[in-house]
Each structure stands twice: as structure tokens, then as C-alpha cells.
């Protein structure tokens, strides 16, 4: 059970100690105290964690303090949605809303390479007027003796030429906690010109060292990719594994499924899961079509699959497309193959509002419907 508190219900106040007093005389029950320091107000949920059942919804809805009380099924106790469930599906980052009603296209490079190709990215963004980017800089790679990121060293250009092309958040995936330390640091040398959204790869989905500590810090959102191998449930666990430690602040990527069953493509699209994670979760869901698909095919009417299945995941109502573009792909270091040029940017934000576009008048149409 979740107890949402009024909103600036400071623990001084008289109604919070009375409240805490209530609670800890209940039998076998623990709590656990989230704040959310929002621009305007802080808003307290205390989590009650074991035997709740015999608890009366409407006598812990006339607590002190307490403005309403939510019954939650097991899963997800933070991120999930429940019954009567007036939490937020958004949060905002540097600027930027993510949220269950946005759309954010994380264009950029799979990996970093040269603060030259970072700058016609960066540049090519901002002449397309998008604020967000993906840029690798710690690649965890099948071979040991492939390319693994530049780390550290790249980091200072890279949040330098951000700043200077008006780039507001840059996913970036980690795969240690070094790595959150080492991008805190350069952001503060550098004079915070960007922002980051720390992600956690698919080989990570269940390094639950991991995502305790990722999910301790909450000066980064998250973007957690589904595990290509687990089931949906494990990885939306994954996911809590990050509220539970703190961060609530988290996007949901899906990255399609290894299994042969997709081949040609690189993994099976999963983008039907999209409206799936929205009714289970609160969570922004994330798409990526390039690990997806994983190469530059197109059918017959020069459509690339890669723009396609993008399309499919925004129709579905996707918040979030992570795609891989790069000046001069044949020179990537990393997944060259399946990268979208420059040159292409301009079409494939237009399919993205084609696509958008859609998904907002099926939803239009679905209410219309149901009033
Ligand atoms: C990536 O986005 O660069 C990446 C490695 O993705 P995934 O973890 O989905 O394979
Ligand atoms: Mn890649």
C-alpha cells in the first residue's frame, strides 16, 4: 500500500508525526519514505511493505497527512500502475518532459569516434531543431579485441560541443559504476552545457549491482533496455530494481529479442510491447529500431525496415526512438552497418511526425469511442 502524503507535508509538522506514530504501531509492517523534490512542491509516498491486507483503504485514507491511500498488486510497487493510481507518468530533465504523452528522438552515434564527427551530428541536430542525441562512449563489445569506447577521454568534447549546439540530454550508456562518477565529474568540469541520461544496456538489464547504484543517484534519469533474452516481467522488475533504490526517474527501451526466429533481422521486433509497458507501468517507453533491426535493408518501396519498424513503435505510441546516424558510417567504429546518414535525418524525423501524427488520431478516435 502506498500512502500519498499532502502535497509540503514536512516531517516537522505535527501530521507527519502523528502519522509515523500510527504507523509504527501496526503489526508487521515496514515502511519506506520517497520524497520527489519537484520545482513547486515535495511530494512524500510512504510505502508500506508486508502484511497490509487486513488494513482498511478508507481508515488509512483519513490519516493525518495523508491525502490518499492506493492499494498496489505485488509488481512493481513504484513504477507500476494500480487501481485508482494518481501518480505522475512523467518527469522532466534539463528541460525536457519525458512521459507516457511525449515523443523524444535520441538521434546520434552509436559510438563515439572524433570530436569531428560529434560536431556534424551535433550540428546536423541542432539544423533539424532536436535537442537530444545518443553519443557511446563505454561500448560493451561481443570481442574482446573490438573497439570498447574511447571512456572518459571523449567526454569533455562531447558535452562541450553539446552545450554549443543546444543538445539538452545525451543517453549514455554505462556499464560500471566508474562510469556515473566519470561523467559527473566531466559535466562539472565542463560547466554542465548538457545534460545526461544514463543507460543501461541489455547485457546489463539484470545487473542488479548495478542498477542498485545507478538507482541511488537521482541527478540522472535512466534509460533501461530490455533484457534481449528475459521475459518482459523480469525486466520490468529490472527496472524497479531503480525506483526502489531512489530513481523514479526512468525510460523503458525496447531493443527487440535475440532469437533466430527474427533473422534477417538483427533481433525480433518487440515494438508491440509498447502499449503493453504504458498499461502495466507508468514508464516513458523507449524504441530502438537500429539494434533492432540491425541493418540498412529496405523493401521494395525504399522504405528502410529501419524506418518502418520506427514508424510501427511511434504508431503503437512509443516516447522515446534511440537511433543510430553517423556522417560517414562506412568509417564507424561500432555498428556502421545499420547507421542512418546525415543526410537522411531530415526524412526520418518526417516519417516520425507521419507516424505521430497517426498514433495521435487513433487515440483521438479510441476515446472518442469509449466516452
Ligand atoms: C546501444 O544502444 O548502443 C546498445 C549497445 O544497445 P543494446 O544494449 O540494446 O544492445
Ligand atoms: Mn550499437
Same mark, same amino acid.
Given at each position: 500500500?502506498?500512502?500519498?502524503?499532502?502535497?509540503?507535508?514536512?516531517?516537522?509538522?505535527?501530521?507527519?508525526?502523528?502519522?509515523?506514530?500510527?504507523?509504527?504501531?501496526?503489526?508487521?509492517?515496514?515502511?519506506?519514505?520517497?520524497?520527489?523534490?519537484?520545482?513547486?512542491?515535495?511530494?512524500?509516498?510512504?510505502?508500506?511493505?508486508?502484511?497490509?491486507?487486513?488494513?482498511?483503504?478508507?481508515?488509512?485514507?483519513?490519516?493525518?497527512?495523508?491525502?490518499?491511500?492506493?492499494?498496489?498488486?505485488?509488481?512493481?510497487?513504484?513504477?507500476?500502475?494500480?487501481?485508482?493510481?494518481?501518480?505522475?507518468?512523467?518527469?522532466?530533465?534539463?528541460?525536457?518532459?519525458?512521459?507516457?504523452?511525449?515523443?523524444?528522438?535520441?538521434?546520434?552515434?552509436?559510438? =563515439?569516434?572524433?570530436?569531428? !564527427? *560529434? +560536431?556534424?551530428?551535433?550540428? /546536423? @541536430?541542432?539544423?533539424? %531543431?532536436?535537442?537530444?542525441?545518443? &553519443?557511446?562512449?563505454?561500448?560493451?563489445?561481443?570481442?574482446?579485441?573490438?573497439?570498447?569506447?574511447?571512456?572518459?577521454?571523449?567526454?569533455?568534447?562531447?558535452?562541450?560541443?553539446?552545450?554549443?549546439?543546444?543538445?539538452?540530454?545525451?543517453?549514455?550508456? =554505462?556499464?560500471?559504476?566508474? !562510469? *556515473? +562518477?566519470?561523467?559527473?565529474? /566531466? @559535466?562539472?568540469?565542463? %560547466?554542465?552545457?548538457?545534460?545526461? &541520461?544514463?543507460?543501461?544496456?541489455?547485457?546489463?538489464?539484470?545487473?542488479?549491482?548495478?542498477?542498485?547504484?545507478?538507482?541511488?543517484?537521482?541527478?540522472?534519469?535512466?534509460?533501461?533496455?530490455?533484457?534481449?533474452?528475459?521475459?518482459?516481467?523480469?525486466?520490468?522488475?529490472?527496472?524497479?530494481?531503480?525506483?526502489?533504490?531512489?530513481?523514479?526517474?526512468?525510460?523503458? %527501451?525496447?531493443?527487440?529479442?535475440?532469437?533466430?526466429?527474427?533473422?534477417?533481422?538483427?533481433?525480433?521486433?518487440?515494438?508491440?510491447?509498447?502499449?503493453?509497458?504504458?498499461?502495466?507501468?507508468?514508464?516513458?517507453?523507449?524504441?530502438?529500431?537500429?539494434?533492432?533491426?540491425?541493418?540498412?535493408?529496405?523493401?521494395?518501396?525504399?522504405?528502410?525496415?529501419?524506418?518502418?519498424?520506427?514508424?510501427?513503435?511511434?504508431?503503437?505510441?512509443?516516447?522515446?526512438?534511440?537511433?543510430?546516424?553517423?556522417?560517414?558510417?562506412?568509417?564507424?567504429?561500432?555498428?556502421?552497418?545499420?547507421?542512418?546518414?546525415?543526410?537522411?535525418?531530415?526524412?526520418?524525423?518526417?516519417?516520425?511526425?507521419?507516424?505521430?501524427?497517426?498514433?495521435?488520431?487513433?487515440?483521438?478516435?479510441?476515446?472518442?469511442?469509449?466516452?
Amino acid at each position: 500500500m502506498i500512502l500519498i502524503l499532502k502535497p509540503d507535508t514536512t516531517k516537522s509538522s505535527a501530521d507527519y508525526k502523528r502519522l509515523m506514530e500510527y504507523l509504527a504501531n501496526l503489526p508487521n509492517i515496514q515502511i519506506r519514505i520517497h520524497e520527489e523534490q519537484g520545482v513547486q512542491q515535495t511530494l512524500t509516498e510512504i510505502y508500506l511493505i508486508g502484511d497490509t491486507a487486513p488494513l482498511n483503504l478508507n481508515d488509512m485514507d483519513g490519516l493525518p497527512g495523508v491525502e490518499r491511500a492506493v492499494r498496489v498488486s505485488e509488481a512493481y510497487r513504484i513504477l507500476g500502475r494500480h487501481k485508482v493510481d494518481v501518480r505522475a507518468t512523467h518527469f522532466d530533465y534539463n528541460g525536457v518532459r519525458f512521459g507516457q504523452d511525449t515523443l523524444n528522438v535520441f538521434a546520434g552515434l552509436c559510438a =563515439v569516434d572524433t570530436p569531428e !564527427h *560529434v +560536431e556534424l551530428m551535433m550540428k /546536423a @541536430l541542432r539544423d533539424n %531543431g532536436q535537442v537530444c542525441t545518443r &553519443m557511446g562512449a563505454y561500448k560493451p563489445r561481443s570481442n574482446p579485441y573490438s573497439f570498447q569506447g574511447h571512456g572518459k577521454n571523449c567526454l569533455p568534447y562531447v558535452f562541450e560541443l553539446a552545450g554549443k549546439y543546444g543538445i539538452k540530454v545525451i543517453a549514455m550508456e =554505462v556499464t560500471h559504476e566508474s !562510469h *556515473v +562518477e566519470e561523467i559527473r565529474e /566531466a @559535466l562539472k568540469q565542463t %560547466g554542465h552545457p548538457t545534460g545526461v &541520461m544514463l543507460q543501461i544496456g541489455t547485457r546489463n538489464t539484470q545487473n542488479f549491482e548495478l542498477l542498485k547504484i545507478v538507482g541511488r543517484q537521482k541527478e540522472f534519469p535512466v534509460l533501461l533496455k530490455r533484457g534481449f533474452g528475459i521475459t518482459l516481467e523480469e525486466s520490468l522488475n529490472a527496472a524497479e530494481y531503480l525506483a526502489s533504490e531512489g530513481n523514479r526517474n526512468v525510460v523503458f %527501451g525496447l531493443r527487440g529479442m535475440k532469437t533466430n526466429v527474427g533473422d534477417p533481422h538483427r533481433n525480433f521486433v518487440d515494438f508491440s510491447h509498447v502499449p503493453v509497458v504504458k498499461r502495466l507501468t507508468r514508464m516513458p517507453v523507449c524504441i530502438d529500431p537500429s539494434h533492432s533491426v540491425g541493418s540498412r535493408d529496405s523493401a521494395p518501396d525504399g522504405i528502410l525496415d529501419i524506418v518502418t519498424v520506427t514508424a510501427q513503435g511511434v504508431v503503437a505510441g512509443a516516447n522515446m526512438v534511440l537511433v543510430d546516424f553517423h556522417p560517414a558510417p562506412h568509417k564507424a567504429l561500432v555498428d556502421g552497418p545499420q547507421a542512418l546518414t546525415l543526410e537522411e535525418l531530415p526524412y526520418f524525423l518526417e516519417d516520425v511526425r507521419i507516424a505521430r501524427e497517426a498514433y495521435e488520431k487513433r487515440s483521438l478516435l479510441a476515446k472518442r469511442l469509449n466516452t
